[in-house]
């Protein structure tokens, strides 16, 4: 529920104008960014973030996207707790582009340890300038709560004071519940106070409500978004239909290559082409339909020179090789070297491929390029990346594009990338026309900035008694936070100059890898290594692997020491809710204490303030095929503002984890990454989920993130419950019968 917050008093911005109601606005961030909200007839302004109607509804602007992930859910119902709104009234609309909702916390978060050193300052020179609003980092309600709570508390108290005018009574007096302000039998609607509440002002210290049985947050609220969906109502990219619109395909060359040689004449005879587009390394097709366009593009059987993909083989040789290396050294404790010296140790290398993001949408973007104004329709994770690489494609500035973003079909992190953007505003303006350009599955597959390959070298002592006395992780994957950076903020001298002070290390590389058990000594190495594979943000970054290295070898060493893994992770473990959800995660499942043949394997991780343990139960099919049985995972998020989103989100998350575990690897085929088709990835189906428990554990300490937590711990918990099954160890992910 509801959190003193200390606030100072407000100034505050009155504006308005004829159909687009009143505006006010509090100096939450630097007086120099005003709101821009817009409001349709009949709407009153309460600053930048809440709307109420005429008709009694409430309008919450949310700068973060939705991609089922339920944001446009649990933040309008924090600013609708606060408000004393009634739930069945509240409505969502994406945020303009305003240095009001950028979000530090997700930028923080997605280049996770890059910033450490002056990270405060480059947050406030380039973040909030840069209006970088991204959806990233399981960090939604962790960046926005305060600011919506503050959002809500200042209409309810304006919408108080109009009816305490009204009444001739003390404002403090009256009560916000259910869209109504009430005091004794006395009730207004907020619809009929909010014209004149806006021409009041705010107290010295504006209140919170304090925490009571009725409010909205905790409950497990109806998704807003949801009966769009079922009804088919709801708009996502590939619905956006603009007059005199042409649809457009792409081919990429693979990365370092050249377009050499095309088929022009066979690509003319797509049905509906209308003209080719070429640009360097890759090239569009345009006609009447998309399929049309994809015809055109599949016709051309372009040749390409220079570049080449690696294969899988090739990967994994640049890694051990990189190993060899000497590495940076990120983070230590004590004195490894000394505690190693002249001491029996133990040593297992695991290695991790490249991953898809493979969500259900492909990239796509709708451009209309008139006078020299852009619009785009796109689903995005960062609004503003997408404007900046479209204006710098053109060769205009950003004030003149105007991005309208949609609900995402999936991303997991391939929606942060702007390509797609830049893509689509060159097409338009060589048409001439709108277009709406779509990859094909292939495309995606090709153009993928996987989720980086990685390999461990991970070593140990162990004591007498069977405790670990020394620690050692040497990890070699390419510096992808670094790469994202410069991909992303490259253009910014502030963000080339901070990556300059990190010596030669990438943190977000490793991020995880610092273990959150208590050894005497320990020490975590960064071995970069060029893959020539383009590499990006994946759900949950470094984590996904990290956490594969660190549990499965420490149930390794687990078997080494004679010792139950459960009681073995509880005995060096210093965070006491993490332990919790440990145990919780063992009674639910039966723990058996992983036993040979018992099938069952454990696992647990600590990520961005939430804490997850996950028991699963697994076994090879005909010797040789891996299934999951069974996942219990035990949970504590911290406050959970909708007890129901936190439950999918952390079904979703092990579905998620399960699938790069399962999965097919990528591989090569013709120069590309490969397989072209998603249905050859081998993901998981309905028949393959295995039964599911969940237990959300109850906590007041504050919001952690959700959405990425599960994803990381479900590898290495079923690596481990296969090891107690048939005896072997797979250290390689994805899982084949053959790692």
Sequence with gaps: MARPISIDRRNLLIAGGAGLGLAIAWGVWPRTYAPNLTAAPGETIFGAWVKIGEDGHVAV?????????????????????????????????????????????????????????????FAERYV?????????????????????RRAGAAARVLLSKAAAARWGVDWRACVAEDGFIAHGNRRARFAELAAAAVKEKLPETLPLRAEESGGLAGQSLPRLDVPAKVDGSANFAGDVRLADMVFAATWSAPPGARITGLNRDAAAKAPGFLMLVEQGDWIAALATTWWGAHRAVEALAPRTAGGAVP?????DSALVRALETPGT?????????????????????????????????????????????????????????????????????????????MLVGGSFGMGIEPTVAAQAALLARAAKRPVQLTWSRREELARDPFRPPAAARMTARLGGNGTILGWRAKIATPPSGTALAHRLLG????????????????????AGAVPYYRFPAFALDHHPVEIGLPTGYWRSGAHSYTAFFTESFLDELAHAASSEPLSFRVGITGEARLVRCLSTAAALGGWEGGVPGSGQGIACHSFRGSHIALLAEAHFED????????????????????????????????????????????????????????????????????????????????????????????????ANALYAAAGFRLRRLPFTAAA
């Design 61 to 121: 602007a949310i700068p973060q996207a939705e991609y089922g992930q339920g944001s446009w859910t649990a933040l309008p119902q924090i600013l609708a707790d606060e408000l004393g709104a009634d739930w069945r009234t509240v409505s969502v609309e994406p945020a303009p582009l305003n240095p009001l909702y950028a979000n530090r916390l997700g930028a923080a978060e997605l280049f996770e340890g890059l910033f450490d050193t002056g990270a405060a300052g």
């Design 128 to 148: 909030a300038p840069a209006a970088l609003m991204l959806t990233a980092g399981s960090s939604s309600v962790r960046a926005f709560e305060d600011e919506l």
């Design 311 to 315: 294969s899988a083989k090739g990967i």
């Design 329 to 405: 050294r990120l983070a230590a404790r004590g004195d490894v070297a000394a505690v190693f010296k002249g001491a029996p140790l133990i040593q297992a290398d695991y290695h991790v491929g490249p991953a898809p993001h493979a969500s259900l949408e492909t990239q796509s973007a709708t451009a209309r390029f008139e006078s020299g104004r852009l619009e785009l329709w796109l689903p995005t994770l960062a609004p503003g990346l997408a404007r900046d690489a479209a204006a710098a494609a053109l060769g205009i500035a950003a004030a003149q594009v105007v991005v309208h973003p």
């Design 491 to 510: 253009g910014d001298a502030a963000a080339r100059a901070a990556l300059l002070l990190q010596g030669g290390g990438d943190m977000a590389a490793v």
């Design 623 to 718: 010797g040789r095929v891996p299934r999951v049985d069974r996942l219990v995972a035990a949970v504590d998020c911290g406050r959970q503002i909708n007890p129901e989103l936190v439950r999918q989100q952390i079904e979703g998350g092990l579905l998620f984890g399960m699938a790069a575990a399962l999965g097919a690897p990528i591989g090569v085929e013709g120069g590309r990454p490969a397989p072209a088709r998603l249905g050859a990835l081998g993901l998981p189906r309905l028949a393959d989920t295995p039964d599911i428990t969940v237990e959300l554990i109850r906590s007041d300490a504050e919001p952690g993130g959700v959405s990425e937590l599960a994803v990381p711990v479900v590898a290495p918990a079923i």
